[in-house]
């Protein structure tokens, strides 16, 4: 497939144009290497065997999976309901508002993702 190019410039300034050019080809040549790895990378995150979650903390902070997640940080599901009823009464919702419960909701939200449990009833609730 042949493609057409067209080089625009400022008229009558043929360096600008050599310029412009030079950017355009250098940002083709990007987007050309960046679509042809795309689709081949792997996951951070295998999704194949699930983690059963020993902690017993109630709340945790969100933190974006790099890696395989470590048991010892991620909470059972008898843990993860005792966190959302916590969440739901005013008196046990951790300081910082709704932006602080919302992190907690995301947080459950990946132990049980993380535990394949994000198909089940707590799921639904959270």
């Known amino acids: 497939m042949v493609q057409t190019v067209m080089r625009l410039g400022h008229e009558g ?3 600008a144009s050599k310029v ?3 950017r355009r080809d250098a940002r083709r040549e990007r987007f050309d290497s960046t679509q042809a790895t795309k689709g081949t990378a792997q996951p951070l995150v295998s999704n194949s065997a699930a983690v059963v979650g020993t902690s017993n903390a109630l709340f945790r902070p969100f933190l974006r999976l790099r ?3 470590d048991p010892a940080a991620v909470r059972p599901e008898e843990v993860l ?3 959302l009823s916590a969440l739901l009464k005013e008196s046990t919702q951790p300081s910082g508002g709704w932006g602080a419960v919302r992190e907690q909701l995301w947080s459950i939200r990946q ?4 535990q394949h449990l994000h198909r089940s009833k707590l799921a639904s609730e959270v």
Do not use: F, Q
């Open 13 to 15: 300034d043929p360096t």
């Open 67 to 69: 890696s395989a997640p």
């Open 81 to 83: 309901k005792a966190s």
């Open 111 to 114: 132990d049980l993702l993380v």
């Open 20 to 22: 412009e050019c030079h």
